[in-house]
């Protein structure tokens, strides 16, 4: 009977070790439970009758293949040898996949051999169970015992139907395992029989390989230690005598135990359990610390392997254009997955769309699973079994990861798997996660560069814009100075005409009209035409003095070349430049004051120029004096720096010039006082002429002036 | 009667010449060197016309125009506005400033005597 068990997926195969009392049965099993990895099996159960023992465990690890998707386990039972305790045996036996006859070697055990092979024909066809057709395997132990029957004997003793049979010494080890070995293979090899699977040649020599390979590294190179057994005490066999009674003690007990083995299984998987959870708080510490991409993902690969218990894998992550490209690879020369089938599909592609763990053993009997050569692939490389976990974060997908077991390491376990799908699924989280985290960084990292950039820019373009709006104010205020001079000009100009036309058409008007009476009337008294006549002579000369004077200025500003200076006795020039206002100093009782310095006879000059230009500074200092006030005329040599010049200073005790007006004195037609009340008459040329003349000279003119007490005018010439 | 003209000028010989040809022309003429001067003599004796120049010492033309405008027993007295400077404002201020007339220096002779005779409400003998 095949036990299916759908909780775990697995079919357990019932292996009884039968036998004469004391022939080694129980032996055998210690031995097999202790050579066999405690991770992969339970702990040995005893149900304790009266005075023999039934002994029996789950391998459950045992890396022996996979028939129609349920996991191939063994259960071992041994049975109590006494006469006594056949409904014991019976029970036992019940359901029993295959077995295991340990016949005692001695030769005083001949009897007891045969009896017992005798009853376990009887028992086998009480349970149903077809004595030629279920696997049984022979084993002729205590070989090390004197006086044994040899195994030519034995062979003729026992083994009339041919099994196969292996002297053993149950105490030392020998034999046991190969024994145990053959037993699982033909045991194997029925149940696939019996499910229909023979037919498939090749899923059978891979199944028969497996087992081979599971059974191979069994065989200890030292026997281990000896594992105190659990006994479950039950109520003494025998005393009833009621054989319907005990094999419902036996199921019971044997039912109890299987609860109690289930219950350590249990307990074993709750501290895999224990240890996974561990390993995924580790594996999300590690994760955690680590924040680059890269270490993220060397951590989660790393982490993986050593989590599924391989040495071998490869870790493929999405690029930015969604490609699966290999970033980490380990005991592999390429990853299988990322080989193109001939449709040019990716496995590995696939496998990610799928979205859902992927495992093969490598060796089991699964008929018409899609594998696209990946299975064969990793098979060809020596590899047991493989995993791959789709990784996805957030519903997107972010990579595979795959792992691959070797023959030792045995197949994946649920547990493993369900540990691979939550380490996938955390590992894709914190890829993902570093990646956002590396491309935010990365992002914040240019917009800090953009803004720092952007600030600089801006902060030109400020600095820019700033010193571009200082100089417009400037250029404005430059404009609003040029502007104001502008119409400043535009009210002078206007003023200016006026004071010339003034100061012409009043001379032109007297003329006129002392014209227009001289011709009009022929009866004048005679002192009235000599009036008229005095008039037409003094503003003739008043308006030939104006002409010889704009003419002069004229001349001046046009640069008009002077001829050869002459030098002329400074007597004579002050002399004639004070000649033209004569008249006025009387009029006005000016005190005229003249000084010429001792020693200076001549001056080198423009004879004309220079006298009209002194005449004008006399002209001012008269008109511009108050009556009977004086003025002193200077005449004297000084230096000024490697010059030599000769100063004419004009000083007059008149009304001054104000501050304001200062700057404007010496500009052409510019004249002092009020326009419609105190213009002097004139055109206000003359210390813009002597200016013009002074400079002539190489020389220059300065005015200092106090209002109210005087004005002090400095010509200077270059001493020729 | 003759009709009284007042010849306000500071040039003497502008005074001159013009008093000497108005009185030819049958006006009564009496002169003013300035401003101050003229107001005082059109208290005292205001005439029907006064030729009044711009630009004097003192108290200038423009002044001395309001002055006469604005005081109601002389304000019947025309005023010729004379000036030598010739410029549009010039006349434009004249004008504004009460005067009845405007004429630039140098002037012709009958034209002036014409607006003089028209002023004073008597064609005289010419």
Redesign the interface.
Known sequence: MVQFDNQYRQVKLKIVYYGPALGGKTTCLQYIHRVTDPQRRTRLYTLNTASDRTLFFDLLGLDLGRIRGYRLTLQLFTVPGQVQYNTTRRAVLAGADGVVFVADSQRNQEKANLESFANLQENLKANGLDPATIPLVLQYNKRDLPDIFTRAEMDRLLNAKGYPAFETVATTGVGVMEAFAAITEATVLSVADRLGITAQADALTRLVANVRAAMAPLVPAKPPEVEAPVVIRTAGEGKLGAEELMAEAVRANTAMADLSSRLDHLAKQLARRVEQLKALLTFSQVLSQAREPDEVATAFFERFLVDMGVTAGSLLLCNAKGELVEVLRRGLAAEPLMRKTPQGLLPAQQLLEARQVFHANLRELLPGQTTEGWVEEASSLGFASALAVPLVAQDREVGLITAYGEPGRGPFQEEDLELAAIMGAVGAVAVANARAWHALEQLNRNLEAMVAARTAELSQALAKSEALAQELAETNRDLEAAYRKLAELDTLKGELLRRVAHELNTPVTALQTAGRILTRWEQIPKEKVASFVDVVVQESSRLAELIASALQAAALGLGEEQGPRVAVPIAELLRKALAPVKGEIADRQIKVTVKVAAGLETVSCYPEPLEAALSALLKNAVEFNKPQGSVVVTAMPVRKGSKSLVEFRVEDTGIGISQEELPHVTEPFYQGGALLTGKPKGLGLGLAVAKKVAELHGGELEIQSQPGQGTTVVLRVEAG | MRPKVLVVDD?P??R???S??LE?EGFQVAVAADGVEALARIAQDPPEVVLLD?????????RVCEAIKADPRTAGVKVVML?????A??RARALAAGADAYV????D?DGLLTLLRQLAGKPGDG
Do not use: C, H, R, S
Request: proline share 7%; glycine share 6%.
């Open positions: 040039e010989a502008i001159d010449t013009l000497f040809m030819m711009v630009m004097m010492p003192k108290l200038d033309g423009y000036t030598a400077m010739g410029q404002a010039d630039a220096k140098p002037f002779e």
